[in-house]
């Protein structure tokens, strides 16, 4: 039996490892200091808590936390990497720019541990209903067989560390990019008086936008907090681009301020918008 450490049992990492304890996987993760709703999704999903020292044991680790806490995860698990006998591989799932990920794999590479760099595009796998994609890359993907037999959708990129994290830049940029700026011009529009007639005119010109606008606007409300990090990364990803870097701060500005506005009148705003635009 192969065993997984998934780390941490979010909504993504819960999905994934259900879906790999669904194909028979053990599925490891540690749940000191998590919330009783935590701990219930991660026993829901197959997921056994064990201590950080326990770890090591698995065949593979599976880093998907938020992107801030990638580097420090990696740090933490050092030492228990280093210590191993047999070396587990370390699959860094998290959305992070080319730079931060390769800093990553250089901590993870004084442990003596395969790394593997992964991008996940797509939602949490659910029962009947197909997973992400999950994009790999690294000097020795031979690994990865195993995540495939197991039911992840393992889609492997030429390019060596740092090839799937810019896939994954580059395609977030496109999407959570093209929700921002929908947010930012639908919430100008209403300050101004006009949301009904760019509503109009996004029906007649470009129903697919507002079919879209429909769909992602309010989906983006609760995970808005997240994707401050996911920004930011982005910005990073685009150094040497000075007006796409300074985009992605914005971008990011306007998530962290929507996230911090709750249920407030911009959210309220950009839900009507939404609802008008799913009717006919």
Request: net charge negative; glycine share 12%; with cysteine.
């Amino acid at each position: 039996m192969v065993t997984i450490a998934v780390i941490a049992p979010g909504a993504m990492g819960s999905a994934v490892a259900a879906l790999l304890h669904g194909n028979g996987a053990r599925i490891l993760t540690v749940l000191a200091g998590r919330s009783a709703a935590t701990i219930a999704r991660a026993r829901d999903a197959g997921m056994e808590g064990v201590d950080e020292a326990d770890l090591a044991g698995a065949d593979f680790v599976l880093s998907i936390v938020p992107p801030a806490e990638a580097t420090a995860l990696a740090t933490r698990l050092a030492p228990i990497l280093a210590a191993a006998a047999r070396k587990p591989v370390y699959v860094d799932c998290n959305a992070l720019n080319v730079a931060t990920k390769r800093g990553v794999a250089g901590v993870i590479a004084q442990t003596g541990a395969p790394f593997i760099d992964a991008a996940i595009i797509g939602a949490p796998p659910r029962p009947g209903g197909k997973g992400p994609r999950i994009y790999v890359s690294g000097d020795d993907l031979a690994s990865s067989v195993a995540l495939r037999e197991l039911g992840l959708d393992i889609r492997p990129v030429e390019g060596g560390v740092g090839a799937a994290a810019a896939l994954k830049m580059s395609y977030a940029g496109i999407n959570k990019g093209l929700t921002a700026l929908a947010a930012a011009m639908v919430l100008a529009a209403g300050r101004a008086g006009a949301a009904e007639a760019l509503h109009a005119e996004l029906a007649e010109s470009e129903p697919e936008l507002l079919a879209r606008f429909a769909r992602v606007l309010p989906d983006m409300v609760p995970k808005a907090y997240r994707w401050v990090a996911e920004m930011d990364e982005i910005a990073g990803f685009l150094e040497g681009d000075d007006g796409g870097r300074l985009m992605f701060d914005g971008a990011g500005r306007l998530y962290a301020r929507l996230a911090a506005e709750g249920d407030g009148d911009e959210i309220a705003r950009l839900r009507a918008f939404a609802a008008a635009a799913e009717r006919p």
